[in-house]
């Protein structure tokens, strides 16, 4: 009840209010309430900033331990659907996965380090980089066998230029963990800023055989062949993905102006043009295709 009564502030403030119902929640769960931890949690999920990969994660362990699993699998399937390029897996896997994993949150050392977690991924986004590593360091201390708090790390690291750093963490993280992919391929897009061009490459080739369901390797590794100047692979690396893709939707316009310009460096204007007028179909005032292809059009 007093540690209920600490987290009253957050709740008072419309920013926060995600965060105490997610916090409360797992209170209320740890304390054996779990009803009022059931209730604060749909609280916490009606809010867009609520449904965080983390907060679907812990809340659908919660409905998996109450015996609940159409509702976990109709909770993981919703964020799917909201992001639809994310690392989370079909429902019926994430499902398996969380399964596998435990309890989330099963004693308050795991909670604190919940707390520093959450607390550093917001100064993340606020740019303050050294202060979120040290909560994170503190969080990994309480928690070490922690994934998603190894790609905030990873993330920071990033941003701080600590590419190699970076990369180590990334390997840490369990190949069995769902979001073990998109994290490799994050270690192969930094292999290419650290000029490790060939190894970039290898990494993306492999994960694109791994997973032949997925597209974001291929389009990496357009970006890269894109940016070594090996316009005609790279063309073919985004063709590859929007294969994969099938139907392409409004929010899939760059991979057409990635393709369009690796197409007119490699002197195919007409397939180029193409892709740069496609990409205006879904969006009509994209400021970087209209450029690129007026520019073109005054070339030719």
Not at 208 to 215: G, K, S, V
Not at 233 to 255: C, D, F, M, T, V
Request: charged share 25%; aromatic share 8%.
């Amino acid at each position: 009840d007093k540690a209920l009564e600490a987290l009253i502030p957050l709740k008072e403030s419309s920013a926060l209010a995600p965060l105490y119902g997610f916090h409360a929640g797992l209170i209320n769960e740890l304390a054996g309430r779990p009803d009022q931890a059931a209730r604060l949690y749909e609280g916490t999920l009606a809010s867009p900033a609520g449904l965080t990969l983390r907060a679907v994660r812990v809340i659908g362990a919660f409905h998996l331990a109450r015996g609940d699993k159409d509702k976990a699998i109709a909770l993981f399937e919703r964020y799917r659907t909201d992001n639809p390029d994310s690392a989370i897996l079909d429902g019926a896997s994430e499902t398996e996965a969380v399964l596998k994993n435990g309890r989330p949150i099963a004693n308050a050392a795991q909670g604190m380090a919940e707390a520093l977690f959450g607390a550093a991924a917001s100064l993340k986004q606020a740019g303050a980089a050294d202060t979120s590593l040290m909560l994170c360091r503190l969080a990994q201390g309480l928690q070490p066998d922690f994934p998603l708090l190894n790609v905030l790390i990873g993330g920071i690291l990033e941003d701080m230029n600590r590419l190699e750093d970076a990369n180590e963490v990334y390997a840490k993280i369990p190949v069995a963990e769902p979001i073990s992919w998109t994290v490799h391929v994050r270690q192969a897009e930094n292999y290419n800023r650290m000029k490790k061009t060939d190894e970039a490459i290898a990494l993306l080739e492999k994960l694109t055989q791994e997973r032949p369901d997925r597209f974001d390797a291929l389009i990496s590794l357009g970006d890269v062949l894109r940016q070594a100047k090996k316009f005609d692979q790279a063309a073919g690396a985004y063709s590859r993905a929007i294969a994969k893709i099938g139907k392409l939707e409004k929010r899939h316009w760059p991979i057409l102006y990635a393709r369009g310009i690796a197409l007119e460096r490699a002197k195919q204007w007409p397939k180029a043009e193409a892709d740069f007028k496609q990409a205006l179909v879904f969006e009509p005032e994209q400021p970087y295709v209209l450029n690129y292809l007026g520019y073109s059009w005054v070339e030719q």
